[in-house]
């Protein structure tokens, strides 16, 4: 990959640094070296008296070159990449995360960060508590967006699903089109145009199911590796008689001997796997026989590869498993059987899992990927993600194309918050009850690791609320969470990825929002350029809270001008 020039970028920088919580910083600066690491952060001068502002900008930016030792040879030396519009634009980490430290001494706080001053927001429901009090040093923000969910083989058929639910939505659209992707010409037309409107959309990793084709599924590795994504490539395998004919592995021996082959090409033209790393993927339980599980667990637990596949989507799903697999006690346990509920797997749904199972997943450090935009789609049901966080389970978004209909992380993050809103608005407003032991649900701890035995009097949660039924709510800085740390915690990168931490890898985009306008009539014709800015207005009294959430629910591609992964600009809106 084409090695870049030193960089310093500034701006502001948002991030969610924990579950809950949102932090912001203006007018600040971070170094990024030529292998995309970033190496240095700092805040910059703030001007006093008169001044010409473009000279005093440059004039620091050199500064600060020459104090990280960088020199003052700006394009020679290192570049300088400019955020954009004062106050209606940021960074963000490309959907990802972990936590920063530039403190000689660390604290925590809850609230909202503004260089200079410290500004804690609270939310109940709705409402924002704010206070404000000086601080010293310089608070960091973080943001990224990762798909932990996503089917590049399916892509052309984002919206359509008809009136289908699972089961008869995979004969009827998805198994036909995948079966289409033998051919290399049609698999890199859209795989292209997947990879390529993912990066639009700010997506800077993605865990990706292809097909069980071993030709085109390495060609969609070779296409994010030259268009600079970082993705999880997956060659699904799929062998029982429950897979149609036309499309199905000859033999439990070929779907392990196939996955191995993209094992093999992904470690021949990404080593290190720095940007792309194979994913062993089981298709889900009911499309394979309990040989193909066995065979992949065993893949697993050899290459210690990350695992991705479905589980509990469907009520149908689940009864269909307890048939096929009689001498498993559950879905979650079909997986364990066969050594594939690990703390590398990513499970995607997960909407109707038990509270046994959940306290296996748990006990087994597996994650989860809650897809809301598919599961309602399909009618497959809410999946209770409060629950999940709140026994310890890490939690990841993602798309779930074509089941979901939107290629978007911003979309599947303002989703969730519409799932966990439909679910609040189902339950009754009572006090919220104490977590309850596993024992009242007949699980015996001394099956689980002591450790998760369980719920932690530590587990994430939600503090804002007294009620159950507010506390199904899933706020903005949560959902945002879930698809920059979360998803970063999902797929094994927390301590590469998702932040803006020193050492961290550079994956960011660059958010920026349209100013509201009055707009002029001519001669009965509205002049609409400004709507090519996007769905967004701002009227210059919202505070930085407020202008994350307008980013989240009426924000889209229009607002991301650029995107990087590893340093590299890989999109640009212009």
């Not at 989860?368 to 939690?395: A, K, M, Q, W, Y």
């Not at 977590?435 to 689980?448: A, F, G, R, V």
């Not at 709507?531 to 980013?551: H, I, M, P, S, Y």
Request: hydrophobic content about 35%; charged content about 20%.
């Amino acid at each position: 990959m084409k090695a870049v020039l030193k960089t310093i970028y500034t701006g502001s920088f948002i991030s969610t640094p924990t579950l809950g919580t949102l932090q912001v910083l203006e007018n600040h600066a971070i170094g990024v070296d030529e292998n995309g690491i970033v190496r240095l952060s700092a805040p910059l001068p703030v001007p006093e008296g008169a001044y010409n502002k473009a000279e005093f900008e440059v004039n620091s930016v050199r500064q600060l070159g020459e104090t990280w030792g960088w020199g003052r040879g700006l394009e020679v030396d290192w570049r300088w990449v400019k955020g954009g519009r004062e106050g209606s634009s940021w960074w963000f980490p490309g959907f990802v995360g972990k936590q920063l430290a530039f403190f000689t001494r660390i604290r925590f706080y809850s609230g909202v960060f503004v260089f200079g001053f410290l500004i804690f927001v609270e939310t109940f429901g709705d409402r924002w508590k704010a206070e404000c009090c000086s601080a010293s040093g310089s608070q960091k923000i973080e943001w990224q967006s990762k798909d932990t969910h996503i089917h590049a083989s399916q892509y052309p058929n984002s919206g359509i699903f008809g009136k289908t639910t699972l089961l008869d939505w995979l004969n009827t659209y998805t198994f036909p089109l995948e079966s289409s992707l033998i051919n290399p010409q049609q698999a890199h037309r859209v795989y292209t145009s997947c990879v390529t409107r993912t990066l639009s959309h700010g997506t800077t990793t993605a865990a990706y199911f292809a097909t069980r084709h071993v030709e085109t599924t390495n060609q969609l590795a070779d296409i994010c590796l030259a268009k600079g994504q970082r993705a999880f490539v997956g060659r699904v395998c799929m062998d029982n008689n429950m897979n149609p004919e036309y499309y199905r592995d000859a033999s439990p021996g070929e779907a392990v001997e196939d996955t191995r082959k993209i094992i093999e090409h992904i470690n021949k033209i990404d080593p290190s796997h720095q940007l792309i790393t194979p994913i062993i993927t089981p298709r889900f339980a009911p499309s394979c026989s309990s040989a193909v599980l066995s065979g992949l667990g065993s893949l697993a637990s050899e290459t210690k590869l990350p695992i991705q596949t479905h589980i509990s989507e469907n009520t149908s799903e689940i009864a269909l498993v307890s048939i096929l697999f009689p001498n498993s006690s559950s879905y979650a346990d079909v997986y364990d059987m066969n050594k594939l509920l690990t703390p590398r797997t990513v499970l995607a749904h997960a909407v109707h899992l038990s509270r046994a199972e959940r306290a296996l997943v748990k006990a087994r450090e597996s994650k989860v990927s809650h897809c809301p935009v598919s599961n309602t789609s399909l009618s497959s049901g809410l999946c209770p993600v409060r629950e999940l966080l709140d026994e310890g389970i890490e939690v990841g978004l993602g798309t779930d194309v074509s089941g979901g209909y939107s290629s978007s992380m911003l979309v599947a993050a303002r989703e969730a918050s519409m799932v966990s809103r439909t679910l609040a608005a189902l339950t009754g407003d009572t006090p919220q009850p104490e977590p309850q032991n596993l024992k009242e649900d007949n699980i015996n701890p001394k099956d689980l690791p002591v450790a998760t035995s369980a719920v932690s009097d530590n587990a994430p949660a939600a503090k804002h609320s007294t009620t159950a039924k507010d506390r199904k709510k899933l706020s903005v800085e949560e959902v945002l969470y879930l698809a920059t740390r979360g998803g970063a915690a999902c797929l094994g990168l927390s301590n590469k990825v998702g932040a803006f931490e020193i050492g961290m890898e550079w994956d960011a985009q660059l958010i920026e929002l349209g100013d509201a306008a009055d707009f002029e009539d001519d001669g009965g014709v509205v002049k609409d350029a400004k709507l090519d800015e996007g769905l967004v207005e701002l009227w210059g009294q919202e505070t930085w809270g407020e202008k994350v959430a307008k980013w989240l629910f009426c924000g889209d591609d229009r607002n991301t001008k650029m995107v990087f992964v590893r340093g590299r600009l890989v999109h640009e809106r212009r």
